[in-house]
């Protein structure tokens, strides 16, 4: 078997199916990377850091997600510098980001 006949192998299945696997996989691999970070007792460094890149996958939405809502909350005062006009900082904030959550989620909800 070599790389041609796995490609056509895989062309020809349903494309649900594809990223199901490719998924799986995806998600096989992250996990792998976790659980040998927190099971090695003594790792060496070399090791150590490709787990880390592997467990790294799974970690990093959610991290840009974080430091994307950060960035929002200490930029909206330059953003809309007329939401800060009247000492109510924080409820102009917070009334900010809701908006751009609510923009996201209809974005998402609307595009079909």
């Known amino acids: 078997m070599d790389a041609q006949d796995l490609f056509v192998g895989v062309a020809g299945t349903d494309p649900l199916v594809q990223a199901l696997g490719g998924g799986l996989i995806i998600a ?7 659980v040998l970070v927190f099971v090695w007792r003594n790792p060496k460094e070399r090791r150590l850091d490709g787990a880390l890149g592997f467990a790294a996958g799974a970690i990093l939405p959610y991290s840009m997600g974080f430091a994307a809502g950060g960035m929002l909350f ?13 000492g109510h900082e924080r409820i102009a904030t917070v009334g900010t980001m809701a908006g751009v959550v609510v923009m996201l989620f209809l974005d998402v909800a609307l595009a079909g």
């Not at 096989?28 to 976790?34: C, D, E, I, K």
């Not at 200490?74 to 009247?86: F, G, K, Q």
């Open 28 to 34: 096989g691999m992250n996990t792998l990377g976790a």
């Open 74 to 86: 200490v930029i909206s005062d330059e953003i809309v510098p007329e939401t800060h006009a009247r």
